[in-house]
């Protein structure tokens, strides 16, 4: 492959930003859950 | 006749600290009422709710016949507010300063250089620079610059502090002739042999509370006159909670 | 609300008269930028002459940012961003007042940084005409989106470092433009400048209306 | 390219109760991001695989799909914060402010993105990691405004006043879009060639399947992640406005501390705990 290490940051580093952002969403998204009534989250 | 102030469990933050958390207060036009509480009690806050500066969040508020949640701003230019700052420039002279605040409302030049004589700033210490004056003379240019706007509800945080004797007396001549005329004025004050001389009756406000048994104006203008924090032991007291919420007795042990 | 404008300028000018913080002070520091930007590139080759347009606006920039950290600190110390809440003048013509005395304050540190450029680079202005029109135009775009969000920066804690971080972004159009026309100016072709004081003046009548519009909620707020 | 989807079998949180999942998934997110995680791995293959390489470029141009899948999103979502601003100034409902806050977080990592992709991309291709090209610089501005309305969103204050402060910021920064864009063109048109023509118009069929497909995954996932953020902003809000109930019980008991010369009645500000949460939603 030609300029396959290129190739491979640029996926990397979108799979890792993307990633990390969307574990931290719903990280912090389950740690709040717990704390707001179900009555409150209306899409459950 | 229309109130000059209505609050009903109005609530105020700053930040995410409820500084007022539910305060009942009726004030007729031409009253002076002392709020008085101790240090962190929402003294400030409620005068600054009153004046339009601090939103109020939740409950009823109705000053000078305007809704403060929907038009503070018609509130605004119709209050004179003498805080803790003092609202002038400190690289302009006294003369400057109140001359563009009064002129900002409305009032003539005249309105403000009888302002100024008023308070003792003619002549000679109109023109000196805000930052060269002594605090007491600051304070005198900050309330001239107030009392040239002709307000009709006064909201004095703490009018006595700083000045000397004879100032002291200025204010409470200005706050009595403007009572007579019809203004209405809200003093807090630590002073309080001095204000409550001023106030036709006194309100207690703590924990950013003033419970509705304190509102009423005739009960504590006739009856006596309930200072002591220990006052309300006795009537339990009412929560008003939102509009339209059953008021809950919370019972004190 | 003109007259309230006019009120808010004369108040701003005179404040500045008295205390010249803008002669005193941005001036000089204007100044002390070309200087740097001489150190920093070589003057014995013709970097300096070439670059000349493109430093007198950075210039202007970042003492610009100096000129309304200074208008907008006036109206935060001893509350008087609440005073001028309770004041009854019209937001709009607050607005128009501070841009016109913060525009004031520009054009004089464009002269002197225009006489810094001339001692200092060696340049030549030709094209006058050219050179005062952008300098009208990208200080009353520079004014209205800095008084813009120098009103939405003012009162708050972290003011001083998030007003450049809100305003230069946005002023990149006017630093462009501005460096343009100057070359176009500076290298006599005044034909290929014109085109960039439209832009400049696009720029300043879209942040205008934006202001005038926009100046009295976000001034409302506490 | 990895998609964590939400799973629904994990246990939910017990101290929420009444068997309510305690996360920010749905059944809807949950068959979204299905199909986003599906898409994800097929255009992995598509891109990474079955696509030949351009004739010019070479393989570098398979980085093309995931470049221009995320500029697109990244404009949408700075289109998306713009318009939840101008709707919050006119309606005055926090969903909107909401949807403008989370739009523009993602926004600002998926133009983050658009610029380390186009980076990776020119250095093999121009020989350098960035040109002075109208699309890269104006991206760059773009990034740095919005990341300008980030951080004035994150300065604490009363909801109302970081709403409306955080509404006309969006809308300034939209309102130079425009105009940067516009000035960047042209000021690049007079030194160089207008911007490099990327992808050849007479394009593979698979190419081009793979950039649509590219397109179309990316803005499933810019939607999954949307409705994951705006739950989570929402429980924020949440959270501080219950912080409010109890603030102002707290509040209160401070009057009685002061009326009661006795040390604090615990049990007073209990009970006065429920009447006040009631009272205040």
Redesign the interface.
């Known amino acids: ?4 290490g ?2 491979l ?3 990397a ?3 890792v ?3 990390a ?3 931290r ?2 990280g ?3 740690a ?7 009555k ?2 209306r ?2 | 006749m229309e109130l000059a102030v209505h609050l009903r ?1 109005a ?1 105020s ?1 700053l ?5 007022l ?2 305060v009942d207060l009726d004030v007729a036009p031409g009253e002076i009422v002392l709020i008085q ?2 240090n ?2 929402g003294k400030t806050t409620l005068l600054r709710a009153c004046a339009g500066l601090v ?1 109020v ?2 409950g009823v508020a109705v000053v000078l016949g305007h809704d403060l949640r929907v038009d503070a701003r018609l509130v605004r230019r119709r209050v004179g507010l003498l805080g803790h700052a003092t609202f002038l420039y400190d690289d302009l002279t006294v003369a400057d300063n109140v001359r563009f605040w009064s002129r900002a409302c409305g009032a003539s030049r005249a309105d403000a250089d009888a302002a100024m004589a008023r308070l003792g700033l003619e002549g000679r210490l109109a023109d000196v620079v805000v930052a060269r004056l002594s605090a007491g003379q600051r304070r005198r240019a900050s309330i001239a610059a107030m009392i040239a706007r002709r307000p009709e509800l006064w909201l004095l945080d703490e009018p006595h502090a700083g000045l000397d004797q004879a100032g002291r007396d200025v204010v409470d001549t200005l706050v009595r002739d403007a009572a007579a005329a019809g203004a209405t004025v809200l003093v807090a004050s630590h002073e309080l042999d001095r204000a409550r001389a001023l106030a036709g009756r006194t309100v207690t406000i ?4 003033i ?1 509705s048994g304190g509102t009423t104006p005739p009960v504590l203008a006739s009856g006596s006159p309930v200072y002591g ?2 006052g ?2 006795n009537d339990g007291w009412v ?1 008003a ?2 509009p339209g ?1 059953p008021g ?1 007795v ?4 | 609300m003109f007259r309230d404008a006019w009120l808010v300028a004369g108040k701003d000018l005179r404040l500045e008269a008295r205390s010249r913080v803008t002669t005193n002070q941005v001036a000089p520091f204007a100044v002390t930028v070309l200087i740097l930007f001489a150190f920093a590139l070589d003057p014995d080759s013709d970097v300096l002459e070439r670059a000349t347009a493109g430093l007198f606006w950075v210039a202007v920039l970042l003492s610009s940012l100096l000129a309304l950290q200074r208008a907008f600190t006036v109206e935060s110390v001893d509350g008087n961003r609440d005073a001028l809440r309770l004041s009854g003048l019209e937001p709009a013509g607050i607005f128009l007042g501070k841009a016109c005395a913060v525009a004031a304050q520009l054009i004089v540190l464009e002269v002197v940084l225009g006489i810094g450029v001339v001692v200092l680079y060696d340049a030549t202005l030709a094209g006058p005409l050219l050179l005062g029109a952008t300098c009208l135009a990208a200080t009353a775009g520079l004014a209205a ?1 800095g008084t ?2 120098g009103v ?2 003012a009162g ?3 003011r001083d470092t ?1 007003l450049p ?2 305003l ?3 002023v ?2 006017v630093l ?2 501005g460096t ?1 026309a100057f070359e176009a100016a500076l290298g006599d072709v005044p034909g ?1 400048g014109w ?1 960039w004081v439209g ?1 400049l003046c ?2 300043a009548a ?2 205008t209306a ?1 202001g005038v519009l ?1 100046f009295g ?2 001034l409302e ?2 | ?4 989807a ?1 799973s629904g079998t994990e246990p939910s ?6 068997g ?7 059944q ?2 949950r068959v979204l991001g299905s199909v986003t995680a599906a898409g994800l791995v097929m255009l ?1 293959l598509f891109a ?1 695989v079955f696509s030949p ?1 351009e004739a010019d470029q ?3 141009v ?2 093309m799909y ?2 221009v899948p ?1 500029a697109v999103v990244a404009f949408l979502a700075f289109f998306v914060t713009a318009a939840g601003s101008a709707l919050w ?1 006119w309606k005055k409902s926090r969903w909107w402010d909401l949807v403008a806050a989370s739009s523009a977080e ?1 926004g600002v ?1 998926f133009t ?2 658009t610029l ?2 186009g980076m ?2 020119g ?2 291709i121009w020989g350098v990691y960035w040109t002075w090209d109208a699309r890269l610089t104006s991206t760059a ?1 773009l990034l ?2 919005f ?2 309305y980030l ?2 969103r994150r ?4 909801p ?2 970081r709403n ?2 955080a509404a ?2 969006g ?3 939209v ?2 879009v425009p ?2 864009h ?3 063109n ?2 690049n048109s ?1 030194h160089q060639e207008p911007t490099i023509t990327r992808l050849d118009p007479s394009i593979d069929g698979l190419m081009l399947f793979t950039l649509m497909l590219g397109i179309v995954v990316f803005l499933l ?1 810019y939607l999954w ?1 949307l409705v ?2 705006f ?2 902003a ?3 809000e ?3 406005s ?3 109930a109890a ?2 019980v707290e ?11 006795a040390p604090p ?1 615990p ?2 500000a209990a ?2 705990s429920g ?2 949460a ?4």
């Open positions: 492959m030609s300029h396959g290129y190739v940051a640029g996926y580093a979108s799979a930003a993307i990633g952002y969307a574990l969403v719903l912090r998204g389950r709040l859950s717990r704390r707001v009534p179900p409150d989250r899409w459950t | 469990a609530v933050l930040g995410r600290f409820p500084a958390a539910g509480g101790p962190g009690a939103p969040v939740r703590a924990g950013g509370t419970p924090p220990r309300r032991q929560d909670g939102a919420a809950e919370v019972g004190v042990p | 989106a813009l969000y939405l920066a708050l804690r972290v998030l971080l809100l230069f972004p946005v990149a159009p462009i433009g343009r290929e085109p832009l696009v720029f879209v942040y934006f926009a909620p976000i707020e506490s | 390219m990895t998609s964590p939400p949180g017990t101290a929420a109760g009444a309510a999942p305690a996360h920010t998934g749905s809807g997110t992995s990474l390489a070479g393989d570098a398979r980085l995931i470049h995320t100034l993602i990592i983050a993105l380390v992709t990776v991309w250095r093999p501005l740095l405004l990341l300008g951080a004035i300065v604490p204050a009363e109302d006043v409306r402060r006309f910021a809308l300034i920064a309102v130079d105009i940067v516009y000035s960047v042209w000021w007079l996932l992640l994951h953020r739950r989570l929402w429980l924020e949440q959270l501080a219950s912080d409010l603030a102002l509040r209160r008991a401070e009057a009685d501390e002061a009326t009661i010369s009645a049990s007073s009970k006065a009447t006040i009631e009272a205040s939603r």
